[in-house]
């Protein structure tokens, strides 16, 4: 079982709040993972970091922001969400590695901007 | 762009069939492929990863095989049950640069199993 853990679960806001995802994993990976997914879609990446203080932008522009102040906790941040943001956002970590890593998934943050 | 593309989009077998799905993608020069399992509203489970050196791993029920040259994989899933319902992703990690994120993994849109008792 991953340990890898992501609140809130569901969250439902209105247009121009600010918000944060909480992406936190016990594991001591270093690498970790925000990915975008709609309903019957791909997942797509957002951001990802190699380890404390390393942040970069995926292949899916956001107007989402990250830091990596501490290996276990990547949160992702919001400044002023909008009905456009509406979509789920999955966390996942895997060690560095030669890229033989597996990674690991949190169970998600479902997010509706009305 | 590279994409990876998987079929059919779902899929329903009676409980006990044996069942084939089927991944594709663009590029032949990747580090691994792995499928993942994601229930409905929940997080991903990886449940197999081939390395691209490899041509097959295998856990319990569950056989992947990689075929590089074609650029295809399968995911073969033995006497199917009912808690094998899920949505099954593909997803290959490219050895090139596609858009900054190299080494990061590249989605398919999945299969929708169903498995009726």
């Known amino acids: 079982e991953a340990d890898i853990y992501q609140t809130p679960r569901y969250l439902v806001i209105g247009t121009g709040k600010k918000i944060t995802l909480e992406c936190s994993q016990t594991m001591g990976h270093d690498k970790m993972y925000w990915y975008q997914q709609d309903p019957g879609m791909e997942l797509h990446l957002i951001h990802y970091?190699?380890?404390?203080?390393?942040?970069e932008k995926g292949d899916l522009s956001s107007e989402s922001t990250v830091s990596r102040i501490r290996t276990e906790h990547f949160p992702l941040t919001l400044e002023s969400a909008r009905p456009s943001h509406t979509s789920q956002y999955l966390c996942a970590s895997s060690e560095l590695g030669d890229h033989l890593e597996k990674l690991f998934f949190g169970s998600g943050t479902q997010l509706s901007v009305l | 762009k590279q994409e990876v593309t998987q079929i059919p989009a779902a899929l329903s077998v009676p409980e006990g069939e044996n069942l084939v799905l089927n991944c594709s993608f663009t590029d032949s020069a990747i580090y691994n492929l792995q499928w993942f399992r994601q229930d409905p509203g929940k997080g991903l489970t990886s449940l197999l990863l081939i390395q691209s050196s490899q041509r097959e791993q295998t856990s319990g029920r569950l056989n992947a095989s990689l075929d590089k040259s074609s650029g295809r994989s399968t995911l073969y899933i033995a006497a199917s049950q009912p808690g094998d319902s899920a949505t099954y992703l593909c997803a290959v990690s490219y050895r090139v640069n596609y858009g900054g994120s190299q080494g990061n993994l590249i989605f398919g849109k999945g299969t929708k199993l169903s498995v009726k008792p």
């Open positions: 970091s190699y380890g404390v203080n390393s942040t």
